[in-house]
């Protein structure tokens, strides 16, 4: 995005004057504290609202893209594998022919054995590893995660990260990830920039050498 200003009714200049390049294959995130603009970027990446100023480019067209919000956001009378299959059904693919990305995708994260469960039997932790799933399964160019573990306890997302870690390298997709942790945008991503706390220009540009070889 060039340049991008977004103001909202009532006066809050939300983002100011925002530049980022995002290459395809990276995992950044974006870092910095509640109010900063980290949100209302990524809802203009995804298309949910327009800039008030500037303009988000995509080079070799418009990508599809795979969202993961911080609820999970599952459909309760569905089970995991239906969840999953949502992104396919809406691209009018019928179950039978995608049955085999939802099983792999499920391996990954290693839900396999609750393809049929429903998301009332499972904890916070395994909701959000299907909410992953299903931002995945369609292989999008392009995955946004508005701070997917903050509303868990320290130890799931601790985990989640270490899950998500080595999830990376098999998501192959271009991921912004959204966080107010340090530690998690140094554990998991490769570049971080960081958002002032002022409307939201983008003050620092970090890249981090990935944690393990
Ligand atoms: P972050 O995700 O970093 O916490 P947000 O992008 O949610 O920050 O918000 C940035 C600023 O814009 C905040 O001051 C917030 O109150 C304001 N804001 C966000 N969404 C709206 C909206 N729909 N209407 C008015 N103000 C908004
Ligand atoms: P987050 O912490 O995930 O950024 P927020 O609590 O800031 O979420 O925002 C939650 C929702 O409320 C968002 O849809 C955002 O656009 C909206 N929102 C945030 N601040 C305001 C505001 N000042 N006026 C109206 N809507 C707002």
Not at 100 to 109: A, F, R
Not at 113 to 129: I, N, Q, V, W
């Amino acid at each position: 995005m060039a340049a991008v200003d977004k103001a909202f009714a009532g006066g809050t200049l939300a983002l100011q004057d925002m530049n980022l390049t995002v290459n395809e294959g990276d995992f950044i995130s974006l870092l910095g504290p509640s109010g900063c603009g980290k949100s209302t970027a990524l809802r203009l990446i995804a298309g949910l609202m327009h800039p008030t100023r500037g303009q988000i480019r995509w080079e070799g067209g418009e990508a599809e893209i795979g969202v993961v919000f911080q609820e999970p956001t599952l459909m309760p009378w569905a089970t995991v594998e239906q969840n999953v299959y949502l992104p396919f059904r809406l691209k009018g693919q019928s179950f039978v022919q995608v049955r085999d990305d939802i099983h792999l995708v499920l391996k990954l994260v290693g839900l396999e054995k609750f393809a049929k469960a429903y998301p009332r039997e499972l904890s916070g932790g395994m909701k959000m590893r299907v909410s992953i799933a299903r931002a995945m399964v369609t292989r999008p160019r392009l995955i946004l995660m508005d701070e997917p573990f903050a509303a868990l306890d320290e130890i799931t997302r601790h985990k989640l990260n270490k899950d998500l870690l080595e999830l990376k390298e098999k998501i192959a997709s271009t991921v912004i990830f959204v966080t107010h942790s340090v530690f998690e945008s140094v554990f998991l991503s490769d570049r971080i920039v960081v958002m002032a706390a002022r409307p939201g220009r983008v003050s620092t540009e970090l890249t981090v050498d990935a944690p393990y070889p």
